[in-house]
């Protein structure tokens, strides 16, 4: 990724597969495995590092100006737009 440029970055699962999309480009998918969510499993829900049995590593520097968690699939218009 680019220092000092903001992107907009989504990644979206459709009960199927997810992808992920870079400035609205489609760049990442699961195509043979199939994907249904994110899982928890009452563990801490980790945005920008990697953890794997409670520790953290691999950490994202930068700034995050947004994040959504949503119960369904968004069309496209609705992810890659700002709101309002």
């Known amino acids: 990724m680019p220092v000092g440029r903001w992107m907009h970055i989504a990644v979206v699962n459709d009960g199927?597969?997810?992808v992920m999309y870079v400035d609205g480009?489609?760049?990442a998918r699961n195509p043979t495995q199939p994907s249904t969510g994110i899982a928890t499993l009452g563990k801490p829900f980790v945005i920008?590092?990697?953890q794997f049995d409670e520790r953290f590593g691999?950490?994202?520097y930068g700034w995050l100006g947004d994040?959504?968690?949503v119960n369904?699939?968004?069309p496209v218009r609705e992810f890659l737009t700002p709101f309002a």
């Open 58 to 60: 691999q950490g994202f």
């Open 25 to 27: 480009s489609k760049i």
């Open 67 to 69: 994040t959504r968690i």
């Open 16 to 18: 199927r597969r997810t």
């Open 48 to 50: 920008g590092a990697t």
């Open 72 to 74: 369904r699939a968004l």
